[in-house]
């Protein structure tokens, strides 16, 4: 088991391993029937401590009538984590097989729900490998109908798999590309970024269903969420103003609390100095979100200056978006937000006060 990938001559000592590497599928399709105890075995070869189907998961021209048979005569495997990565079967498969469908659903028929929540040592889920690797859609439609909730599981660094689907698609020339004649709102109608876009969506509504503000009358229209939904998963920045760009629409719609996503974005504060960019888009496309109140009476800017949030950060793009929200009244305070922003501790405070002031000066004779 240890002696690496090198062809054995002597047809009796070849193992399970070695059929595989030499792809001599007449004889392994003969040998897994005779030889299943060696299908229990862990091999530690190159210290990944794999068991057999691993090592298929690792080969993609292996037929799937192999497959299965390896799978149904020791459906055990599918759960074991490989000592150097911790990965499963399943990790291994989706990585090296991106339109591996059949393979998937042999493994997934034997597999709990909750399995598919294992991670490898830094905690990725087969969806972040399917996703890293450029898995076709089919793929991520099977594993996260087996457990919708992998696509809200993040890796130890916190990065869920739409983060991973978002790196891959930028790590290529024409993915990066792409993304970047977009946030110039140049058109693009390419094959290869409409697959990436049905799979951030795909994802996107995914996550929105678990969200506490989520109603199962929005199921006719859930895509117009979509937006809600990569909040939740909190999509990278640029991922984020791409949503904008081509679904402008998206930002006009309110979850069932009242929150359009520029209360959300306010509420969240996901980028903290970068916030600003994604305001200054939200407020362009949805202007009048800048004045909306949401269940809890909560306009955007008295949430903004709640949260300190100062003047260039994000508060002069409400102000600019909406002037007529210098004279609202916050709805617990009854206060103007020159008056909210006064009565509140901090140099922050004090600039919000003069530049709210200096942006409607006759407020202050009321």
């Known amino acids: 088991m240890d002696k690496g990938w090198k062809k054995v001559e002597d047809e009796d000592a070849r193992t399970l391993i070695d059929l595989i590497e030499d792809m001599n599928w007449p004889k392994l399709r003969t040998a897994v029937h005779e030889r299943q105890e060696e299908l229990k075995e862990v091999s530690g070869l190159h210290g990944y401590d794999w068991t057999i189907l691993h090592f298929l998961c690792a080969v993609p021209p292996v037929p799937n009538d192999i497959f299965?048979?390896?799978?149904?005569?020791?459906?055990?495997?599918?759960?074991?984590?490989?000592?150097?990565?911790?990965q499963?079967?399943?990790?291994?498969?989706?990585?090296?097989?991106?339109?591996?469908?059949?393979?998937?659903?042999?493994?997934?028929?034997?597999m709990e729900p909750e399995?598919?929540?294992?991670?490898?040592?830094?905690?990725?889920?087969?969806?972040?490998?399917?996703?890293?690797?450029?898995?076709?859609?089919?793929?991520?439609?099977?594993?996260?109908?087996?457990?919708?909730?992998?696509?809200?599981?993040?890796?130890?660094?916190?990065?869920?798999?739409?983060?991973?689907?978002?790196?891959?698609?930028?790590?290529?020339?024409?993915?990066h590309l792409q993304v970047v004649r977009i946030l110039r709102g140049e058109t693009v109608e390419e094959n290869h970024f409409t697959k990436f876009w049905q799979k951030v969506v795909l994802m996107a509504t995914t996550a929105f269903k678990f969200s506490p503000i989520y109603n199962p009358d929005m199921e006719p229209n859930l895509e117009k969420s979509g937006l809600h939904g990569l909040?939740?998963?909190?999509?990278?920045?640029?991922?984020?103003?791409?949503?904008?760009?081509?679904?402008?629409?998206?930002?006009?719609?309110?979850?069932?609390?009242?929150?359009?996503?520029?209360?959300?974005?306010?509420?969240?504060?996901?980028?903290?100095?970068?916030?600003?960019?994604?305001?200054?888009?939200?407020?362009?496309?949805?202007?009048?979100?800048?004045?909306?109140?949401?269940?809890?009476?909560?306009?955007?800017?008295?949430?903004a200056l709640r949260g300190q949030m100062a003047w260039h950060a994000g508060v002069e793009a409400l102000v600019k978006a909406q002037p007529e929200i210098l004279s609202s009244m916050d709805s617990e305070t009854g206060l103007y937000p020159f008056l909210l922003a006064a009565s509140l501790d901090g140099e922050v405070a004090v600039e919000n006060t003069y530049h709210l002031l200096c942006a409607n000066p006759h407020l202050a004779k009321i």
């Open 231 to 303: 909040q939740l998963l909190r999509a990278p920045l640029q991922l984020q103003q791409v949503a904008i760009k081509l679904h402008p629409e998206w930002v006009s719609v309110a979850d069932s609390a009242g929150n359009y996503p520029l209360h959300n974005i306010l509420i969240q504060k996901p980028f903290r100095i970068k916030d600003v960019h994604l305001i200054r888009d939200l407020a362009t496309a949805y202007p009048e979100a800048a004045s909306k109140r949401n269940a809890k009476g909560e306009e955007p800017i008295f949430i």
């Open 115 to 175: 399995d598919l929540l294992i991670g490898t040592n830094i905690g990725s889920t087969a969806l972040h490998c399917a996703c890293a690797s450029h898995a076709w859609i089919p793929v991520l439609q099977e594993l996260i109908q087996a457990n919708p909730k992998i696509v809200l599981v993040a890796t130890h660094d916190q990065h869920t798999a739409l983060s991973a689907l978002f790196q891959s698609h930028l790590q290529t020339i024409q993915g």
């Open 68 to 86: 299965e048979s390896v799978v149904e005569l020791y459906p055990e495997a599918t759960r074991v984590r490989g000592k150097k990565w911790g």
């Open 88 to 110: 499963t079967p399943l990790h291994v498969l989706c990585r090296n097989s991106q339109k591996s469908v059949r393979k998937v659903q042999i493994i997934l028929k034997h």
